[in-house]
């Protein structure tokens, strides 16, 4: 059984930033590729950003050049840091644990709480 506890969420205000994280434990880390997803409301959850087991990145174009992924595999965690933060980078954000394909990240159901990020002046 995987567990994931995300931390690190807040109120910023527009420019600011901001470093999520997701500890996991029950598992084998290295075994995984690993994502951050969000959720407004009233939205569909979408995916922000994965990292796979070797390093590889992808962003989604709406936090390219903004957002940063990473992990830790000594600590067991992934890391989201949040810099330009947007009012429309609003949402819960949430950890998963999955796999990565050719074609592209496959989530699986073990997700963390979420943790909130309001951007707001």
């Known amino acids: 059984q995987v567990q994931l506890v995300e931390s690190g969420g807040g109120l910023v205000q527009p420019g600011g930033s901001l470093r999520l994280s997701c500890a996991a434990s029950g598992t084998i880390f290295s075994n995984y590729a690993m994502a951050w997803y969000r959720q407004a409301p009233g939205k569909q959850r979408e995916l922000v950003a994965h990292?796979?087991?070797?390093?590889?990145?992808n962003y989604a174009d709406s936090v390219k050049g903004r957002f940063t992924i990473s992990r830790d595999s000594a600590r067991n965690t992934e890391y989201l840091q949040m810099n330009s933060l947007k009012p429309e980078d609003t949402a819960v954000y949430y950890c998963?644990?999955?796999?990565?394909?050719?074609?592209?990240?496959?989530?699986?159901?073990?997700w963390g709480q979420g943790t909130q990020v309001t951007v707001s002046s």
């Open positions: 990292i796979t087991s070797g390093g590889a990145t």
């Open positions: 998963n644990a999955g796999k990565y394909y050719s074609s592209g990240y496959v989530p699986s159901h073990y």
